[in-house]
């Protein structure tokens, strides 16, 4: 079980020795993966246990409330993510102005004062203390100081390019879902609870299962191939997504609705995970219910087809 605290720099209880990795980590992508298993190896390899030390809320939401970015995950399931790499603990700092305005050095010394690091493991472009001015060579001579090793890591994407947050909600922003799954390693997934929608689907001979997502970021408006699982329902299910405010009915609220082919029961209170694995198409306003019916059944058809040719 992985330890979590929330603790700040003035409660957390003195308890290293670990081999430490930091960072924000959104998304968890496949670069901040390769961090933690690098961190995770190390600690088993020298004896030690793995700490990650991140930050809630989002640095950006306190430092630069106008850039701040949509969120690629809850804190949740960062959380689960870090688990899933074998980190003994999770250290979430309350991210806050005071916190914000430490220098590198003192933030350093606090972090050595609580957590021991043994090793230190970063990605390159890490930057962290007041107005961001601690930076890896930062790292490297207070490590060469205080006899912490250092190790920093590039990240890069499987096409050579940038590996990191922003370009994974550039690409959810295109609707670009096969883009954002080989950056973040696995589909990008929305996770919320089923509530009720304008009842309509099920006239329309599709009733679709009306998200209460949690997440910040969404795909761009459009019809998606997704999968997803399914409490109690043994395993992962095609769906077909739409993103979007529903112009044939003239809808005004961003909705995010699946319909599941072949699927009967009731979904109302459920917790879903939807994982997005292609768009279809935009989303388009019909000039009748009959018309969107029809478009709504060559989805499908469509779904099934992409399905058998990657997921069967
Ligand atoms: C695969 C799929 C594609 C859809 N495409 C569109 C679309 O292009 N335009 C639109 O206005 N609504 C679209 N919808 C949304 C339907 O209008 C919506 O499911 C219907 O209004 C039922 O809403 P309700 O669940 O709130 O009752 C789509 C729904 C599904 C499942
Ligand atoms: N194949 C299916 N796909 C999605 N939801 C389904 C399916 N079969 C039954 N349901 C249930 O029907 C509900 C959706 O019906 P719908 O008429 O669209 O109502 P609402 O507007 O409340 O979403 C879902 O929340 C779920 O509980």
């Known amino acids: ?13 003195a308890s290293g020795p670990f081999v430490v990795t930091l960072g924000t980590f959104d998304g968890v992508h496949a670069g901040h993966r390769e ?28 430092v630069a409330p106008e ?18 790499e074998a980190m003994d603990l999770a250290w979430v700092i309350p991210f806050s102005r005071t ?39 930062t790292l490297e001579a207070w490590g060469a100081a205080h006899g912490c090793r250092v190790h920093t890591l590039a990240l890069r994407a499987p096409d050579g390019g940038r590996l990191s947050s922003t370009r994974i909600r550039e690409a959810l922003d295109l609707g670009d879902a096969e883009g954002a799954a080989q950056l973040l390693g696995h589909p990008y997934t929305l996770t919320g609870v089923v509530v009720e929608g304008d009842r309509r689907g099920r006239h329309l001979g599709f009733p679709t299962a009306n998200l209460a997502w949690e997440q910040e970021q969404l795909p761009a ?3 998606y191939v997704t999968e997803v699982v399914l409490p109690h329902h043994g395993g992962m299910h095609l769906g077909l997504t739409n993103v979007g405010e ?29 994982r997005f694995l292609h768009r279809i198409r935009g989303e388009a306003k019909f000039a009748s219910v009959d018309e ?21």
Request: glycine fraction near 8%; aromatic fraction near 8%.
């Open 246 to 274: 529903k112009p044939t009915f003239d809808g005004r609220r961003l909705t995010v609705e699946t319909h599941l082919p072949g699927f009967e029961g009731d979904l109302y209170g459920a917790r879903l995970s939807v």
């Open 221 to 223: 408006n459009g019809v």
């Open 67 to 84: 850039r701040r970015p949509k969120l690629l995950m809850t804190l949740d399931q960062r959380l689960a993510a870090f688990e899933a």
């Open 1 to 13: 079980m992985m330890e979590v605290w929330h603790h700040d720099l003035e409660t957390a209880p």
């Open 292 to 312: 969107l019916r029809v478009q709504i059944g060559q989805d499908v058809a469509e779904g099934w087809a992409w399905w058998k040719a990657h997921k069967a």
């Open 35 to 62: 961090l933690l298993q690098v961190a995770s190896g190390r600690a088993k390899a020298l004896g030690h246990r793995a700490a990650v030390v991140t930050f809630d809320p989002h640095p950006a939401v306190v």
């Open 99 to 137: 916190f914000s305005e430490l220098s590198p050095m003192d933030f350093l010394d606090r972090l050595e004062r609580i957590l021991s690091p043994v090793e230190l493991h970063v990605g390159r472009a890490f930057c962290f203390g007041r107005d961001r001015s601690g930076t890896v060579e």
